[in-house]
């Protein structure tokens, strides 16, 4: 089994960063054009909100590449509330947005990354 070292996330809007390839500025802006468009979207949320917890998603599909999201979800609500600012949406609510960012990538890569069938 593939052990990672924890992470902890910056503060503050994702850069034109990326892990294992993945580009964080296209992956904002992607979930700031479909946000609302999701089954879990609430009119009482902005899309500030909703961002670190699809910072937490896209950035930690890359960072545990091979694993499923149940598993490391301890970890990446440990994230999300370093990362959560301002955001109104506690982990429970935000979870449903890191999964779909998480999904998002985990379907980019070859293969089923994490072995999960999504």
Known sequence: MTHTTPHKPQSGKPQNANIGGLDFAAEDKH?????KRESY????????????????????????????????ETDLRRDYDSLRGTSKLNWEKAKSAARAAWDRIERAMPGDADGDGR
């Open 41 to 72: 979207y609430s009119a009482d949320h902005s899309y500030d909100d909703y961002a670190p917890a699809y910072r937490v998603g896209y950035e930690g599909a890359g960072r545990y590449a091979g694993r499923r999201f149940d598993e490391v």
């Open 31 to 35: 979930w700031r054009d479909q946000y």
